[in-house]
């Protein structure tokens, strides 16, 4: 870590992020818009490297937006393509000790609950973790956390009030639900979809809950907001391919911006 913090400080200076983003798919725009200075992920000692998945770009992004000082994930790493669960977790760390005390976790996902639609936002209230491991798995760092961190309060409550008024504002139907973590990188089945929704999910995805569970673990705040892209697997009739996902987040992608930016500007 030490030295993954040495070189990011050696272009941060007096920058010190207040609010983390990971941005998901097809919100790197954001990042591209308001960027004051970026650092490729390939330049950082002891980051990961991102493999690349179309929509991802892989650099960390620094900016001011709306007076608040940002640091942006553009791209994150994900379980599927090989990662441990440690790296995936890696850039919160690094976030937590740049000084990051909000965290915004965004993501692209499939629904489960069959009264929302593709193209809805939904403010993630709680999370199923079904990848079948935990980040916190291994040595505790009493210095992050407790370890057996409490999980009844994950995404900060006083965070959804604060989308939930930005919706309104905004003149969006912001859903609530449950986001349910699998590893990917095969989509769910019909089967598994039914099983999802009969064990509380919502949308279900294969990425966030574990950057959750580590930003919890260091006292972070959470908010967790999801593109709803598509519908999981035996919802609609269908196919699924990553091609619509990125077409629908693609559509709604100002829609999405739009949001983070409000809730920038009313975080306190």
């Known amino acids: ?129 079904f990848m079948g491991n935990n980040p916190l798995i ?21 965070l959804v009030k604060i989308a939930d008024a930005a919706g309104r504002l905004l003149n969006m139907n912001l859903r609530h639900g449950v986001y349910m973590a699998t590893t990917g990188p095969s989509y769910e089945t019909p089967a598994e979809v039914i099983m999802a929704r009969s064990i509380g999910a919502d949308a279900v995805g294969m990425s966030t809950v574990p950057e959750a569970i580590i930003a919890n673990h260091c006292g972070m705040k959470i908010i967790g907001l999801s593109c709803l892209t598509n519908y999981a697997a035996g919802v609609s009739e269908k196919k699924l391919n990553h091609e619509e996902v990125l077409k629908t987040a693609n559509e709604v992608k100002d829609k999405f911006i739009a949001l983070i930016m409000m809730i920038l500007q009313n975080v306190k």
């Open 138 to 158: 291994g040595k505790n760092n009493e210095r992050y956390g407790a370890r057996f961190p409490d999980m009844s309060e994950v995404y900060d409550k006083g």
């Open 1 to 129: 870590m030490k030295y993954t913090l040495d070189y990011i400080k050696t272009y941060t200076e007096d920058f010190e992020p207040e609010i983390g983003i990971v941005l998901g798919s097809g919100l790197g725009e954001l990042a591209d818009k308001y960027q004051e200075f970026a650092i490729p992920y390939k330049q950082i000692p002891r980051f990961p490297r991102l493999q690349g998945v179309e929509g991802h770009k892989g650099q960390l992004v620094f900016a001011n937006i709306v007076g608040r000082k940002v640091v942006m994930m553009q791209g994150r790493m994900h379980y599927y393509e090989g990662y441990s669960m440690e790296q995936v977790t890696y850039p919160i760390r690094v976030m937590k000790e740049l000084g990051v005390n909000t965290l915004i976790l965004t993501n692209a996902a499939g629904i489960v609950n069959k009264s929302f639609r593709p193209g809805d936002l939904m403010v993630i209230t709680d999370h199923i973790n």
